[in-house]
């Protein structure tokens, strides 16, 4: 059994930057993909990054890619999004998820992979 939690969503003008935490814990947790989705107001969920467990190459949608920066330190158990250059359509509740299923580019992001889920943080772009 996994605990997900996240933190650091606020408010932020368009082109700038804030870093959401996502702390996984649980004796199995190393062992874990970790995502993170975002959900706008009357929108679907949404991938936005992973990383895998046996890898620290982080995986992006097309709408975050050269923006977003995805990485894990394993000593803290705690997975990072450095969000740079946001633009209002990032804004959204943005969640992170663990799954024992490393992350495909060729399948993308499956939210039923992810067993244990956060509560969301809230992200807020606007001037």
């Known amino acids: 059994q996994l605990q997900v939690a996240e933190s650091g969503g606020g408010l932020v003008q368009p082109g700038g930057s804030l870093r959401l935490s996502c702390t996984v814990s649980?004796?199995?947790?190393?062992?874990?993909?970790v995502a993170w989705f975002r959900q706008a107001p009357g929108k679907e969920r949404e991938g936005v990054s992973a990383i895998n467990s046996n890898d620290d190459r982080g995986h992006y949608a097309d709408s975050v890619k050269g923006r977003f920066t995805i990485s894990r330190d394993i000593s803290e158990k705690t997975v990072y999004l450095q969000m740079n250059t946001l633009q209002p359509e990032d804004t959204g509740l943005y969640f992170c998820a663990a799954s024992i299923v490393d992350y495909s580019p060729d399948y993308g992001f499956r939210p039923d992979d992810f067993d244990y889920w956060g509560q969301g943080t809230q992200v807020t772009v606007s001037s």
């Open positions: 649980g004796d199995t947790a190393d062992y874990y993909t």
